[in-house]
């Protein structure tokens, strides 16, 4: 009798054993497949974090709070062009202002930025006059021809200062062929002029209109000509499509 009882004691023991490894090794395979899922949270789509470009990191680090605010599409061209110069050996490695006109808005809305791209500073932001042929309050016409008065879009590198007719003057060499390469010899130059000022403006619905320079304030002419003069650039925008679609320095 107590050879039977051992007997089923031992069988009931190794089938409880078989059984208990069973459950383990099922229990350790459903914790693999469960570590090894992607977890889900109310079906939610993973998110996509998207990496800024150079253009978009610098603008958002510029305070435009106490002026107008550049479009980042007419920014993102202007620093792409300063950009390609600096490849091109046009201005200098450590070249790092850019002078921004967007003739596209209102003549009596402050368009000009002077922007420092490696603080994202802007210098200045002011009144800047186009040319008298260019159009009334908006810009509408341009030109690269001599004694058209009109204004030439595109993009320039800032040269040497002089004393003229319109008092202290800065000399822009064009860098856009067919556009704006013959500012030096049509004299197109930046300078201050008393006509660009609010105070005009309110008299007469717009600031006055210049020969087709980028005439500045007059208070402002000193100070903006002696921190951009030198071999930095300046970009005269306009919507044109067919300037945009073949400038060397936005499609290179």
């Known amino acids: 009798m107590k050879k039977l009882v051992l007997a089923l004691t031992v069988t009931f023991a190794v089938a409880t054993s078989y059984i208990s490894s069973d459950r383990v090794v099922n229990s350790e395979a459903v914790t693999a497949d469960t570590l090894a899922a992607p977890v889900r949270i109310n079906n939610a789509k993973p998110i996509e974090t998207k990496m800024l470009s150079a253009a978009e990191r610098l603008?958002?680090?510029?305070?435009?709070?106490?002026?107008?605010?550049?479009?980042?599409?007419?920014?993102?061209?202007?620093?792409?062009g300063f950009n390609n110069l600096k490849k091109a050996g046009e201005i200098s490695d450590s070249a790092n202002l850019l002078?921004?006109?967007?003739?596209?808005?209102?003549?009596?809305?402050?368009?000009?930025?002077?922007?420092?791209?490696?603080?994202?500073?802007i210098l200045f932001n002011s009144l800047?006059?186009?040319?008298?042929?260019?159009?009334?309050?908006?810009a509408t016409n341009f030109s690269?021809?001599?004694?058209?008065?009109?204004?030439?879009m595109g993009f320039y590198v800032t040269d040497a200062t002089y004393e003229?007719?319109?008092?202290?003057?800065?000399?822009l060499l064009g860098k856009d062929k067919g556009y704006n390469d013959a500012a030096l010899q049509r004299a197109v130059v930046m300078h201050g002029a008393d006509y660009?000022?609010?105070?005009?403006?309110?008299?007469?619905?717009?600031?006055?209109r210049s020969w087709g320079c980028p005439a500045v304030p007059r208070n402002l002419a000193a100070p903006i000509i002696?921190?951009?003069?030198?071999?930095?650039?300046?970009?005269?925008?306009?919507?044109?499509q067919g300037?945009?679609?073949?400038?060397?320095w936005l499609n290179s």
């Open 243 to 248: 300037y945009l679609s073949s400038s060397k």
């Open 99 to 121: 002078t921004v006109c967007d003739f596209s808005l209102s003549s009596n809305t402050k368009r000009l930025w002077v922007i420092d791209t490696e603080t994202g500073k």
């Open 128 to 138: 800047v006059a186009h040319g008298k042929n260019t159009g009334e309050e908006y």
């Open 144 to 152: 690269n021809r001599e004694n058209t008065l009109q204004s030439s």
């Open 226 to 240: 002696n921190t951009i003069k030198g071999q930095n650039v300046l970009f005269i925008y306009y919507p044109d």
């Open 196 to 208: 660009v000022s609010e105070a005009f403006a309110a008299q007469h619905k717009r600031i006055g």
């Open 59 to 80: 603008y958002q680090d510029i305070d435009f709070s106490s002026g107008t605010k550049l479009s980042f599409d007419v920014f993102e061209k202007a620093l792409k």
């Open 164 to 171: 003229g007719e319109n008092g202290y003057s800065l000399r």
